[in-house]
């Protein structure tokens, strides 16, 4: 599973980059974490943004493991800067 806290389109750049492996992700969407607090037990929660880590629900039922791995934000990049 995979939320995020504000969900948006999914990168227009991430989807040219899955089509490249003949991957279509043109019906995939992003979800929010509410969509599954409460609802679902997770085992792990991995953290992968620093914005997520300090913005993230502390709670989530019957958690294990609540792992951070800080990942630069890939909303941050424009297709330019891929290519130098």
Partial sequence: MSADLEPQEVYPLAKAVMKEDEINIDDKRSKGVEQFLGKLAFRHVIIVCEKTEKNCPRLFPRV?????????DPSAYKESDMRN
């Fill in 64 to 72: 294990m493991n609540r792992l951070f791995q800080p990942f630069e």
